[in-house]
């Protein structure tokens, strides 16, 4: 049986890069674009607001804000900051939520003067900058934009803001880390961490900062010493080093261990083959850095890693567009995987998937799985959860 093709909450008039959850409002930021290539396909951050109508998830436009000859490849979210990753740079933005006031003396469909919910605006194109709810207004403001890559061809793949958003720290197509010092955004520390693209980035206790790399290297980083190099597959003899590499890193709480953590990369192969051999995911001790457990998760090659808030749930993306989501616990996928039209370029938890094809512009959309989602601000009542048994 083919894979279940997940609803299709918001499609956007250009290919989808990065998608991001406000942790305290029901909001949704998504972005992407054309980039500098003149094919008409316009570059934009969207903010979407996600309600609960009729028990389904809906999400409505807000906002289109217009990021000119740039798209946004990479986005890290701090309250209502985001740090947006466009070509070369790394573009600070902020951006505010209004809600007006609704007019004294107004009458609602009844004539009795009500001030009952207003209604909404019928359909417009995407990406024009209009608003689709009534009940809320965004502005967005820029505030720094500071290069982060100096390769020739300079792409800026990573960005993370620390615990208390004191520090951002960015990867990108040289494999230099730099940290830089928020809100100033002066650069603090600038180094050599591989020899090749920086694939992903994740900030653990203790300012320990963990980079996944093309280099085949996942390394553990306090300042610009080098802590440990991880080898996932030092208890797997039959698998050679080169065989695959590091694609993505992310650390997660632990269920019922308050204060714990665990790390989480995926390896994927370096060579596609006819017959692919599988990703795998392997989980780590977050303060020895040894690893815990290694399972194999799929042929598809992942692309993008998110853990739940709670470190119960891990949800996979693929570069075929299906979607699977796993236990931490165990790394077993219990759920059926999901499928969207194309890529599965990023994602945030709640699982949502930012699909996306550069080619094929009008295939992009965001696809959450509403038996999984959960939005901020929201009691878990109102969402149906599905029942899990630990084995």
């Given at each position: 049986?083919?894979?279940?093709?997940?609803?299709?909450?918001?499609?956007?008039?250009?290919?989808?890069?990065?998608?991001?959850?406000?942790?305290?409002?029901?909001?949704?930021?998504?972005?992407?674009?054309?980039?500098?290539?003149?094919?008409?396909?316009?570059?934009?951050?969207?903010?979407?607001?996600?309600?609960?109508i009729?028990?389904?998830?809906?999400?409505?436009?807000?906002?289109?804000?217009?990021?000119?000859?740039?798209?946004?490849?990479?986005?890290?979210?701090?309250?209502?900051?985001?740090?947006?990753?466009?070509?070369?740079?790394?573009?600070?933005?902020?951006?505010?939520?209004?809600?007006?006031?609704?007019?004294?003396?107004?009458?609602?469909?009844?004539?009795?003067?009500?001030?009952?919910?207003?209604?909404?605006k019928?359909?417009?194109p995407?990406?024009?900058?209009?608003?689709?709810?009534?009940?809320?207004?965004?502005?967005?403001?820029?505030?720094?934009?500071?290069?982060?890559?100096?390769?020739?061809?300079?792409?800026?793949?990573?960005?993370?803001?620390?615990?208390?958003?004191?520090?951002?720290v960015?990867?990108?197509?040289?494999?230099?880390?730099?940290?830089?010092?928020?809100?100033?955004?002066?650069?603090?520390?600038?180094f050599?961490?591989?020899d090749?693209?920086?694939?992903?980035?994740?900030?653990?206790?203790?300012n320990?900062?963990?980079?996944?790399?093309?280099d085949?290297?996942?390394?553990?980083?306090?300042?610009?010493?080098?802590?440990?190099g991880?080898?996932?597959?030092?208890?797997?003899?039959?698998?050679?080093d080169?065989?695959?590499?590091?694609?993505?890193?992310?650390?997660?709480?632990?269920?019922?261990?308050?204060?714990?953590?665990?790390?989480?990369?995926?390896?994927?192969?370096?060579?596609?083959?006819?017959?692919?051999?599988?990703?795998?995911?392997?989980?780590?001790?977050?303060?020895?850095?040894?690893?815990?457990?290694?399972?194999p998760?799929?042929?598809?090659?992942?692309?993008?890693?998110?853990?739940?808030?709670?470190?119960?749930?891990?949800?996979?993306?693929?570069?075929?567009?299906?979607?699977?989501?796993?236990?931490?616990?165990?790394?077993?996928?219990?759920?059926p995987?999901?499928?969207?039209?194309?890529?599965?370029?990023?994602?945030s938890?709640?699982?949502?998937?930012?699909c996306?094809?550069?080619?094929?512009?009008?295939?992009?959309?965001?696809?959450?799985?509403?038996?999984?989602?959960?939005?901020?601000?929201?009691?878990?009542?109102?969402?149906?959860?599905?029942?899990?048994?630990?084995?």
């Open positions: 049986m083919a894979p279940r093709r997940p609803a299709e909450l918001y499609r956007a008039p250009f290919p989808l890069y990065t998608v991001r959850l406000h942790p305290r409002r029901p909001l949704a930021i998504t972005a992407g674009g054309g980039g500098a290539a003149k094919t008409g396909i316009r570059n934009g951050v969207h903010f979407l607001q996600l309600e609960q009729g028990g389904q998830l809906s999400a409505s436009l807000l906002h289109s804000h217009d990021t000119e000859t740039r798209a946004t490849m990479t986005m890290a979210l701090a309250d209502d900051i985001i740090a947006a990753g466009q070509d070369a740079s790394c573009h600070i933005l902020r951006f505010s939520l209004q809600v007006p006031e609704a007019k004294s003396g107004s009458a609602g469909r009844n004539g009795s003067g009500e001030k009952g919910p207003r209604k909404r019928g359909p417009s995407a990406g024009q900058g209009d608003t689709q709810s009534q009940t809320s207004e965004v502005t967005v403001e820029s505030l720094h934009s500071v290069r982060t890559d100096f390769s020739p061809d300079a792409l800026q793949k990573a960005v993370r803001f620390n615990a208390d958003c004191s520090l951002l960015t990867g990108g197509a040289d494999g230099f880390l730099r940290l830089w010092e928020f809100p100033s955004m002066k650069k603090t520390l600038e050599k961490a591989h090749g693209e920086i694939e992903d980035i994740a900030l653990g206790p203790d320990k900062v963990v980079t996944a790399g093309r085949f290297q996942c390394c553990v980083w306090q300042q610009d010493q080098l802590v440990t991880l080898h996932w597959n030092e208890n797997l003899p039959g698998i050679p080169k065989a695959y590499r590091y694609q993505a890193c992310r650390f997660g709480a632990v269920e019922d261990n308050a204060g714990a953590l665990r790390l989480y990369t995926v390896q994927v192969p370096h060579k596609r083959e006819r017959r692919p051999p599988p990703c795998y995911l392997t989980k780590w001790d977050g303060k020895s850095f040894l690893p815990l457990l290694t399972r998760c799929g042929n598809e090659v992942i692309s993008c890693l998110s853990i739940s808030d709670s470190g119960t749930f891990l949800g996979l993306g693929t570069v075929t567009g299906s979607v699977a989501i796993h236990i931490a616990f165990s790394l077993q996928a219990p759920f995987s999901g499928c969207c039209c194309c890529s599965v370029l990023g994602s938890w709640p699982p949502s998937y930012c996306s094809s550069p080619s094929r512009g009008s295939c992009s959309s965001l696809a959450l799985p509403s038996t999984m989602m959960e939005p901020p601000g929201w009691p878990a009542s109102a969402v149906p959860r599905p029942t899990l048994s630990r084995l």
